[in-house]
């Protein structure tokens, strides 16, 4: 991210609390101008909260949001320069899609003329121009989507807020959304704020993430980086899959850290600050960077049996034991795999990887 | 016979009486409106279909009395239904969308509390409560005690509707820079509409079909048509009673079947 | 999210700041016309009768004591137990007991035939029931009466088919006063029971049914101790208004079969009227209607806690 880029949203140490119970515990994060962030974690961690209390729907126990610089905690929603895109869309029932659009322009001062011609090209801009006389009941889950998004975008707000826009809609229709989302967000400029607890489609969508758990961020990073570097076990667990084995570290040097497994398996992971020789730790790594050879191969091997396979389309999942060790699992994909030969259960063979492909984790 | 098929949830015999509760809820009302079209003087003898004792209802010689009462009637409906409802309507956004406080549940008591007590002890309540004040007993006073036992009613339905309103239709509205009396209006009731007008509608009819409260606060000679009603059968019941007795039906039917649509009619899809 | 849990359901805050506001009316309507109304009964009932109807502001038990004890024509005898109002009492008890009972056994059923039917076309069969229920009750009162006279429809009906050879009485009968107390209320029994058999889990049935049980075992076993609360909740809706009833017993009933209701408002007509005694009697039926339903209220709750 480029250094000069301003900041749209800024949340400065930002607690709530309902009654004894601690919903956030004091996050700070920062949102940049014209960037598409996600808000990731599993359903309890504070991330629909966190949005509410940005759009204005929560008070801020402690702590300060600001908003393009300007403090805005203790406005009400109606005079916050955001909008929402609601989990269940919440499209008035009783009014048509075009005077559903022409709603936040009309409440914001222009005639009612003005706010619909302007609704009528937001509706063109999602492809829904010939609906604009229906209720929205009338619409399929992928319209009303899509006329909520228009809604929320007609009065150009400073941010859109997404509050698991997608988790209604099906499968294929939710990859379609995911990409004309991103699409828009690049058209628009708009500085796009998404909560979802899929970690998939926020690894696709998202220019930045922050991974939340019990009211805490957990890591905020690119999704590259936050898949490959995982900060902790939360991280590494929740996104992708894994292997997340326990180790204890035996020496540190170079960057590298000498670990030994269950079984006495040597193994060299990514040092990683604030872990001491001697402690007992986990460490990751990806199914995907691991390969299967008769022999070892260059980097680390460790030996083992393979236990069973697992097939599943694009790629075939192995699952390997190591001798009174703990199990890999290794997942190589069907479509380079070429002339590799598929290991059967019995087989003695060595499970290798990259140097560096393993990393120790915090807990 | 052929043998049927076991259904665990059907018991024999439970059909039938459901036709007998729906006969015997049905035939009286039935009768009546059948005997209010007899040609005879007499109410035990049939002499065929006759429209007479409604002419005699609407230009009979009791026809002045029951006109006065049937006008009365309305217009006590009509004004305690419409403050009633106005009332509950409010008091309803209170409550549904007020979180929680701590008259939440005593301003429920409250509301339910003409429900609770027996209709002859509020009867004799009201009585006792406008004699010790002092005010004149009319129709003044039936309006006020018809407004009082006319709440829960108009109120039940209005709080059930708003209840089944997701309150993100409001929260999308803010969002989009409405203030509170905006999303009252403009989200708000346009929504909870169809529990306002079934809410009026029944109050309406409760008012309307009150005798027991309205035979107490009721000044000397005002009549409403169920007092008239009830003075006229202390005689004996008389064929043109019928007449009347089955319009009035017709109309609660006719209002309870409008309240029952509305209610139905779902403006949320 | 857990703003979400605390938001969902039927209490949200939208209108926090303006619901004094917005209640006020209510209270205002309310304290005045019903509740104030109804506490001064309780301070009438311990005033002095004024002859003609009216009272004389001086405190006195006699109300209460003529209610409950007989001292004879001129006061002076030793007190006795006074059998006339209690009498009235118990007749209401039992009258209204009865009609509840006539209600449970053809308005269960019902409910629970209603309930079983599909679910498109289960709110008609509630709608037919609840109608009648909306028409005038003096006028169905009336109707009733009507029915069942000695020259009446239903006598007719019956000398016609052969089944009778001479009138059976019914007007002025018990009989007919728990007829009418049963046709005034009925819906109210009908109405929670098919709500409670609508939320029952029919696979609780089918698992009885599995492990031996009979149709009738099951409902006797399994499904009634389910929807008790509504069955209970029915009796309870049935039992109270059918106590206070003015004009069934009234209409139907005849001089010999008095109610708490005719003797309340006895009280209050003409010149013959003792307020106070009346404002007593109607102490005396609203703590009865109060402790019925404060237990119920009671056990409701105590029941929900359970399920959680």
């Known amino acids: ?363 | ?269 | 999210m857990a703003a979400q849990a605390e938001s969902g359901g039927a209490t949200t805050d939208t209108y926090k700041e303006a619901r004094t506001w917005l209640l006020m009316p209510a209270w205002l309507v309310l304290l005045v016309l019903s509740l104030a109304p109804v506490s001064m009964i309780l301070i009438y009932s311990f005033l002095t009768k004024e002859f003609r109807g009216g009272v004389i502001w001086e405190f006195s038990l006699a109300s209460y004591d003529q209610f409950f004890f007989d001292r004879g024509l001129f006061g002076d005898e030793a007190p006795q137990i006074e059998w006339t109002y209690i009498t009235i009492f118990w007749r209401s008890i039992w009258q209204a007991g009865a009609a509840t009972i006539l209600s449970l056994i053809i308005g269960f059923p019902t409910a629970y035939f209603i309930a079983t039917r599909s679910e498109k076309v289960r709110p008609i069969w509630v709608f037919l029931v609840t109608i009648p229920y909306w028409v005038n009750l003096l006028i169905r009162t009336v109707s009733m009466k009507f029915l069942l006279r000695d020259q009446g429809p239903l006598n007719d009906f019956l000398l016609s088919i052969g089944l009778i050879d001479s009138p059976i009485h019914i007007v002025n009968t018990n009989f007919a006063v728990q007829l009418g107390l049963f046709y005034s209320y009925l819906p109210f029994m009908v109405l929670p029971i098919y709500a409670s058999v609508e939320r029952y889990n029919f696979a609780l049935s089918e698992a009885a049914a599995d492990l031996y049980a009979t149709k009738w075992v099951t409902l006797r076993r399994i499904l009634l101790p389910a929807v008790k609360p509504g069955v209970i909740a029915g009796c309870i809706l049935v039992f109270v208004p059918s106590l206070g009833s003015f004009l069934a017993p009234d209409l139907l009933g005849g001089a010999k079969n008095f109610m708490i209701g005719s003797l309340i408002e006895e009280q209050f007509k003409g010149n013959a009227g003792n307020w106070p005694f009346g404002a007593a009697a109607s102490m005396i039926l609203l703590t009865m209607v109060l402790i019925i339903l404060i237990v119920f209220a009671r056990r409701q709750a105590k029941a929900e806690k359970r399920e959680g």
């Open chain 1, 1 to 363: 991210m480029p250094e000069d880029q301003s900041i749209a949203i800024d949340v400065r140490d930002a607690v709530k609390r309902y009654g004894d119970f601690t919903a956030l515990k004091t996050i700070s994060l920062s949102i940049l101008d014209n960037e598409f962030f996600t808000l990731l974690g599993p359903s309890g961690c504070g991330k629909t909260t966190l949005l509410r209390m940005v759009a204005g729907f929560e008070d801020v126990t402690e702590g300060e949001i600001y908003l393009y610089g300007e403090e805005i905690k203790n406005l009400p929603p109606h005079q916050r320069p955001v909008n929402t895109v609601f989990q269940n869309y919440a499209l008035f029932p009783h009014m048509t899609v075009l005077d559903n659009v022409a709603f936040g322009l009309e409440m914001r001062g222009r005639s009612k003329a003005q706010a619909r011609s302007r609704a009528g090209e937001m509706l063109e801009l999602v492809q829904l121009s010939q609906f604009s006389n229906r209720k929205p009941s009338q619409l399929s889950g992928g319209q009303q989507q899509r006329v909520a998004l228009a809604r929320a975008l007609a009065p150009q707000p400073k941010a859109l807020l997404l509050d698991e826009p997608l988790s209604a809609l099906d499968q294929k229709l939710r990859k379609a959304m995911q990409l004309e989302l991103k699409h828009l967000q690049r058209e628009t400029g708009i500085t796009f704020v998404f909560v979802t607890h899929d970690q998939e489609e926020a690894l696709t969508m998202s220019d930045r993430i922050a991974v939340m758990s019990e009211g805490e961020l957990q890591q905020l990073g690119a999704p590259r980086d936050i898949y490959e570097h995982p900060h902790n076990m939360f991280v590494a667990d929740f996104i992708g899959e894994t292997n997340l084995l326990e180790v204890s570290v035996d020496t540190i040097a170079n960057g590298r850290a000498t670990c030994h497994l269950g079984g006495g398996h040597e193994l060299t992971c990514n040092q990683v600050d604030g872990i001491a020789v001697g402690a007992k730790v986990h460490m990751s790594v990806r199914p995907e960077r691991l390969f299967i050879s008769d022999d070892p191969a260059e980097g680390e091997s460790l030996k083992g049996r393979v236990q069973e396979n697992i097939f599943a389309g694009t790629d075939i999942t192995t699952i390997i034991n190591l001798a009174d060790g703990p199990n890999f699992t290794v997942r190589t994909s069907n479509s380079n795999r070429g002339n590799k030969r598929i290991f059967e259960p019995g087989n003695e063979v060595f499970v290798n990887m990259e140097l560096g492909a393993a990393r120790l984790l915090v807990d």
């Open chain 2, 1 to 269: 016979m052929a043998q049927r098929k076991y259904d665990i949830k059907s018991y024999r015999g439970f059909g039938a009486m459901t036709i007998l509760c729906l006969v015997v809820l049905y035939a009286p009302l039935v009768v009546v409106t059948i005997y209010s079209f007899n040609a005879s003087n007499s109410i035990t003898v049939w002499e065929g279909l006759s429209l007479r004792w409604y002419v005699d209802v609407f230009s009979g010689p009791e026809s002045a009395k029951f006109k006065l009462a049937a006008w009365n009637s309305f217009v006590i409906a009509i004004i305690a239904s419409t403050i009633a409802t106005a009332i509950a309507t409010l008091a309803a956004t209170a409550i549904v969308r007020g979180g929680k406080f701590r008259l939440r549940t005593a301003s429920i008591g409250l509301i339910s509390l003409p429900l609770m007590v027996p209709e002859i002890v509020t009867a004799v309540a009201t009585l006792i409560f406008f004699n010790y004040i002092g005010f004149d007993r009319g129709l003044l006073t039936i309006v006020l005690a018809h407004i009082a036992f006319c709440i829960p009613f108009a109120y039940l339905p209005i709080a059930a509707r708003m209840q089944g309103i997701e309150d993100s239709y409001e929260q999308a509205a803010m969002d989009l820079y409405a203030t509170k009396r905006q999303v009252f209006t403009r989200i708000l009731l346009p929504l909870m509409a169809p529990g306002i007008i079934s809410g009026y509608l029944l109050s309406f009819i409760v008012s309307l079909d009150d005798f027991i409260i309205t035979n107490f606060v009721k000044g000397a000679g005002i009549e409403t048509l169920p007092t008239a009603i009830f003075g006229a059968v202390k005689q004996g019941i008389k064929p043109n009673i019928m007449a009347i007795s089955t319009m009035l039906l017709a109309v609660s039917i006719i209002m309870v079947t409008i309240s029952y649509i509305v209610s139905k009619s779902d403006n949320t899809k």
